[in-house]
């Protein structure tokens, strides 16, 4: 089932995500209806927060992507998707400047500061632990995703001037995401 993707002022999106205890059916076709909405979509990842959920699940598929100052090779060896329960960065390292832009805020890309690289430690969908090490675009997906997972959101980490430019297209999103159901 495909979700529409809740935008940036609505309410949902600042919750907290609650840890998953165990993997049911349930979270199994959550992880489904969520890889679907982010490939309809066309975005790189997806949080539960922005369907309205609580779990701490994300996804990620960086499959076929290139993108300025990004290269494929630094994700060759993650198998993807990743679908990610209860995600957490057990070390993070060295630091890359780059476009960011969420799902959640249509149409803004903005230049965010991030960690290089990371080790990002999580269970799959069959109950393993997995370690999974993300350089360069992965490392700025996992890092956008979890800050999903703790209620921050990409206007969070935009620079006071940023902030400024794009002020009158945030208000005008916000205003929306408050309006819109779900
Ligand atoms: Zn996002």
New binding site residues.
Partial sequence: MRYSVLTYGHAELRRKTQPVAAITEDIRRLARDMLETMYASNGL?L?AQ?IGRTESLCVIDLTGVRREGSNPIDWADVPMPLVMLNPAVAQSSGEQTGQEG???FPEIFVTIKRAAEVIVVFLNLSGQKETVVARGLLARAVL?ELD?LHGVL?SDRMSAVQKVSLAARLKRLRKQGQEQRG
């Fill in positions: 990842g949080a922005q969420c799902l959640s956008h999903h990409l």
